[in-house]
């Protein structure tokens, strides 16, 4: 039974760039979450994805957006990327119709904005 | 925002001791979970304690709930030098889908 899944793993960017991160949920999972980790803190909520919609947004600008597909994969893309956008990205999936939202979580994509 | 603060900010003792970590919350919550993460790799889900639950239990973790002083524990029993690692705890509160995580506490067990 596969669990998260992301793509890369690591990524090194120039400022400006536009970058694309890839997720795919655990098996049987239809909803996926995305989190900035900044060194030495806490996941910060970018955004979640159910059936192909974003459903919910945490405070992050345009610049971070994001995709569902039919088969519940994910993708991440942020644009004009700044040295501030350096950071962890964590992957999380979880079933929409489970009571207690228990979210399981990828490696996570370290990308480096230069 | 961060919803949940841990205490301590870290947390360093000898392999055998055990390791308690405290989170606390500011909202009513529905459940709250505890993860462990190894050095910028991904979170690992420990336990999830549900609202109505006090206390849980999973092998050498026990996981409190005091939802009168919205507070939370972690306890490590009998530690390791493989338990080194940051510890979260992440809370659901209202009609909220996204669990919201602290600072996190940073445990290092010496051999």
């Known amino acids: 039974d596969a669990g998260v899944t992301q793509s890369p793993t690591h990524l090194i960017k120039t400022r400006g760039q536009q970058v694309t991160l890839r997720c795919s949920p655990k098996s049987g999972h239809d909803t996926v979450s995305w989190y900035q980790q900044a060194l030495g803190q806490g996941p910060q909520f970018i955004f979640q994805?159910?059936?192909?919609?974003?459903?919910q947004r945490g405070n992050f600008p345009d610049r971070f957006s994001g995709h569902q597909f039919p088969n519940y994969s994910s993708e991440l893309n942020v644009n004009a990327l700044l040295l501030g956008d350096s950071a962890l990205y964590l992957c999380?999936?979880?079933?929409?119709?489970?009571?207690?939202?228990?979210?399981?979580f990828g490696p996570g994509t370290r990308l480096t904005v230069l | 925002s961060q919803q949940g603060e841990e205490d301590p900010q870290a947390l360093s003792i000898q392999e055998g001791e055990n390791a308690t970590m405290n989170c606390s919350y500011k909202t009513s919550i529905n459940n709250l979970q505890w993860y462990r993460q190894n050095s910028g790799r991904g979170l690992v889900h420990l336990i999830l304690i549900r609202s109505n639950e006090r206390e849980k239990h999973s092998g050498r973790l026990r996981v409190t709930l005091d939802t009168s002083k919205k507070s939370s524990s972690l306890l490590i029993t009998a530690s390791r030098a493989a338990d080194t690692a940051s510890y979260f705890c992440a809370s659901r509160s209202g009609g909220s889908y996204i669990p919201t995580f602290g600072r996190g506490t940073s445990l290092i067990v010496h051999p």
């Open positions: 994805y159910y059936e192909e919609e974003e459903r």
């Open positions: 999380a999936s979880s079933l929409a119709s489970e009571r207690w939202n228990e979210q399981f």
